[in-house]
């Protein structure tokens, strides 16, 4: 993950003021509560509303078998 993250940060300048893409990450407690399709927008657990572009959710995910 650690890796991903370096990748994320040299390549897009995640976390600067110049980024164009950015990560919200649930484990940073951001987990995303609503998605408003038609205004574009994702509301986080702390009751902020976010507005983008494009949105891209990704469900957690796991390998096959492992338990959850």
């Keep these: 993950m650690q ?3 370096r990748y994320w940060t040299e390549r ?3 976390g600067t003021d110049h980024t164009m893409i950015e990560w919200i990450s649930s484990t940073q407690g951001r987990a995303v509560t609503e998605l408003d399709a038609g205004k ?3 509301t986080i657990r702390s009751g902020e509303a976010i ?3 494009v949105i891209n959710l990704i469900p957690r995910q796991a390998a ?5």
């Design 3 to 5: 890796q991903y993250i």
């Design 51 to 53: 507005k983008a572009n």
């Design 64 to 68: 096959s078998g492992a338990s959850q």
């Design 40 to 42: 574009m927008t994702v």
């Design 12 to 14: 897009w300048e995640s």
